[in-house]
């Protein structure tokens, strides 16, 4: 990442226009353009500025960007961790943590976001199985502000807290990779084939909140999280999936972590569980018995096969009536890759 990038990534993060985020700095949108492209670097006043306009460090704008001066520079590198009752998945921009409590009667899901080590509680979801009780509470940002879109005076408050970095210290690593900072152009299924994009196009996070509905999606390759609260009828989901890529679309080795709480959960595919002790292993997909267009149950997992596609768009079809589609030009957060 350069230092253009790193400031350009530091705007968007803030949800600013060049033109806001210069008159932040007391400078023009032409100078935080050239700036962006890397065209000209700012004197060292303005990185200062924007280190206490925004709350990073100085460090994170100059060594983040210091493959402008082509010197080697290590990635950050994302990972997944796990202990007994816990799984954190921390990344550039956020920090996702499924949990239960040693008896498994709670479960819960938190999400933070922010850069480094600054991250802050943005969402978070608890399930109180013995009293059938499903409660969240989640940030809405209204232009500078943010407001709360909750049902759950308990939870409410949380909002805001400070992520602890050094929670996963104690933990086993169970997968590492890396934010891809130039994945600028996705290949089309013409180029690398179906199995490829399906791998290359869900490796990333993407996040979106409104007064209506909240999701997050994330997907190391190995592992897809899904964190997603639907305000109508309170449709809410967090579910933690091993979803292997195969020739014909995907199939799922076993989920370990599942929030299905909707209206009175008398639906089949509702439910709540979790066990951190399970692990995805060597898995021979039963491809014989896949059918193009078909959603396919055999002793070892779920089929999902796919129904129809272009350059830009694979489209599996999930069980029932439910369609799994994914879109090579999606938004994205941020873009993973593997080391």
């Known amino acids: 990442m350069t230092i253009g990038q790193r400031i350009q990534q530091i705007r968007i993060e803030h949800s600013l226009s060049q033109e806001e985020f210069a008159e932040k700095l007391g400078t023009t949108r032409q100078t935080v353009s050239r700036w962006e492209l890397d065209q000209t ?9 924007i280190s206490k306009v925004f709350s990073v460090s100085t460090d994170s704008i100059l060594k983040d960007g210091i493959s402008t001066f082509d010197a080697d520079v290590e990635y950050f ?3 997944v961790y796990r202990g007994s009752n816990c799984e954190i998945v921390e990344t550039e921009k956020f920090a996702l943590i499924f949990y239960c409590s040693s008896d498994k009667k709670i479960l819960g899901t938190k ?24 409660e969240y509470a989640y940030f809405v940002k209204d232009s500078d502000q943010h407001t709360e879109v909750s049902n759950s005076e308990r939870l409410a408050p949380q909002l805001g807290e400070a992520y602890d970095s050094n929670a996963k210290k104690s933990m086993r690593r169970l997968e590492s990779f890396v934010v891809d900072h130039n994945s600028s152009s996705l290949p089309a299924v013409k180029h690398a084939g179906i199995p490829k994009c399906l791998t290359l196009w869900r490796m990333a996070d993407s996040y979106f909140a409104n007064h209506d509905r909240f999701n997050f999606f994330l997907c190391t390759g190995k592992t897809e999280y899904i964190f997603s609260i639907e305000i109508k009828d309170t449709n809410i989901y967090c579910g933690a999936s091993y979803n292997i890529v195969f020739d014909l679309g995907l199939f799922s080795g076993g989920q370990f972590f599942r929030i299905r709480n909707y209206k009175d959960n008398s639906e089949k595919w509702t439910g709540f569980f979790c ?6 292993g060597e898995i021979n997909i039963p491809t014989d018995q896949c059918e193009l267009g078909k959603c396919i149950q055999t002793s070892k997992g779920l089929m999902w096969c796919v129904k129809r596609y272009s350059d830009d768009e694979i489209v599996l079809q999930g069980c029932g009536d439910d369609e799994y589609t994914y879109r090579r030009e999606d938004k994205r957060t941020e873009q993973f890759k593997s080391l």
């Open 275 to 280: 066990d951190f002790s399970h692990e995805a």
């Open 77 to 79: 590198t994302c990972g």
């Open 41 to 49: 670097f700012p004197e060292i006043a303005k990185i200062v500025l």
């Open 111 to 134: 999400l933070y976001k922010g850069f480094e080590n600054k991250k802050r509680l943005v969402a978070i979801c608890e399930r109180n199985i013995p009293d059938e009780k499903t």
